[in-house]
């Protein structure tokens, strides 16, 4: 909604949001993969100044659902519940796809929209490194879009560029399953236009975050997260808090 090809300024939002999500591992030609699904559902407020005049809506629907399979190709093969628990830990590569596909709420007619009417696509390669207690990891991705060809008021098409994101993670072992982590993104690109418009700035931001797990009984664990804008050249000049609750099964 913070689209640079939308007439908004002075932009101020609060949002919420819940999340269900499914996650399964496996053996994939004998190395470890995990493929996640998820749904979000978003309610909230948004104001601002269209062409300087105040404004303020409501939306209250599905997000864009999102698809991911991870494989890891250089470390400790798929194990056993009972072998992984033992495995010493190990330098690990990894890669994955993230699908995000056009399934949240969208009307060309209106401005500020939950879903995109468009798919994205993430391939990123990821290496985890531990260090004592520590974990150090570092993510690199290319966010690729399709185009949006409903773009308001519906006869538009909307084009955006690839953003390359980095990533980095510094996380702690308290105990077992018991974790913290501080945070750091940047992506850049992603210049936009409308039909055979001029093309937007796009973006350069960074942001940092905070991250707690904790367990709760044996198959149970509880995380908490934080993340705010660093730099922020458009868009992400915002706050979010996260609390999330995981259950894990094994067969």
Same mark, same amino acid.
């Given at each position: 909604?913070?689209?640079?090809? &939308?007439? %908004?300024?002075?932009?101020? #939002?609060?949002?919420? !949001?819940?999340? /269900?999500?499914?996650? +399964?591992?496996?053996? *994939? @030609?004998?190395?470890?993969?995990?493929?996640?699904?998820?749904?979000?559902?978003?309610?909230?407020?948004?104001?601002?100044?269209?062409?300087?005049?105040?404004?303020?809506?409501?939306?209250?629907?599905?997000?864009?659902?999102?698809?991911?399979?991870? &494989?890891? %190709?250089?470390?400790?093969? #798929?194990?056993?519940? !009972?072998?992984? /628990?033992?495995?010493? +830990?190990?330098?690990? *590569? @990894?890669?994955?796809?993230?699908?995000?596909?056009?399934?949240?709420?969208?009307?060309?007619?209106?401005?500020?929209?939950?879903?995109?009417?468009?798919?994205?696509?993430?391939?990123?390669?990821?290496?985890?490194?531990?260090?004592?207690?520590?974990?150090?990891?570092?993510?690199?991705?290319?966010?690729?879009?399709?185009?949006?060809?409903?773009?308001?008021?519906?006869?538009?098409?909307?084009?955006?560029?690839?953003?390359?994101?980095?990533?980095?993670?510094?996380?702690?072992?308290?105990?077992?399953?018991?974790?913290?982590?501080?945070?750091?993104?940047?992506?850049?690109?992603?210049?936009?236009?409308?039909?055979?418009?001029?093309?937007?700035?796009?973006?350069?931001?960074?942001?940092?975050?905070?991250?707690?797990?904790?367990?709760?009984?044996?198959?149970?664990?509880?995380?908490?997260?934080?993340?705010?804008?660093?730099?922020?050249?458009?868009?992400?000049?915002?706050?979010?808090?996260?609390?999330?609750?995981?259950?894990?099964?094994?067969?």
């Amino acid at each position: 909604m913070f689209d640079a090809t &939308v007439p %908004l300024t002075d932009v101020n #939002a609060r949002l919420n !949001a819940g999340t /269900v999500g499914l996650g +399964r591992t496996f053996n *994939l @030609g004998g190395r470890l993969a995990l493929l996640t699904a998820a749904l979000p559902y978003s309610w909230g407020k948004i104001e601002g100044l269209v062409a300087e005049q105040a404004r303020q809506i409501t939306r209250s629907g599905l997000v864009d659902a999102r698809f991911k399979l991870s &494989v890891n %190709l250089v470390g400790p093969p #798929a194990m056993a519940p !009972a072998e992984f /628990v033992k495995a010493p +830990r190990k330098t690990v *590569l @990894g890669a994955s796809l993230t699908a995000i596909a056009p399934t949240g709420q969208y009307d060309p007619q209106k401005l500020i929209n939950l879903g995109t009417n468009r798919w994205a696509f993430k391939p990123e390669v990821g290496v985890s490194h531990p260090v004592g207690r520590w974990d150090l990891d570092a993510y690199a991705a290319l966010w690729l879009f399709t185009k949006n060809d409903a773009f308001f008021t519906g006869e538009a098409t909307r084009r955006q560029d690839p953003i390359v994101a980095f990533q980095g993670h510094a996380s702690y072992t308290i105990k077992p399953r018991a974790w913290a982590a501080v945070d750091a993104t940047w992506y850049g690109g992603g210049k936009a236009a409308v039909d055979n418009g001029p093309e937007t700035s796009g973006v350069g931001n960074t942001r940092l975050g905070a991250t707690l797990a904790w367990p709760i009984g044996r198959r149970q664990s509880l995380k908490v997260a934080y993340s705010a804008g660093a730099t922020t050249r458009a868009g992400t000049d915002f706050k979010t808090v996260a609390v999330a609750w995981q259950v894990v099964w094994m067969d």
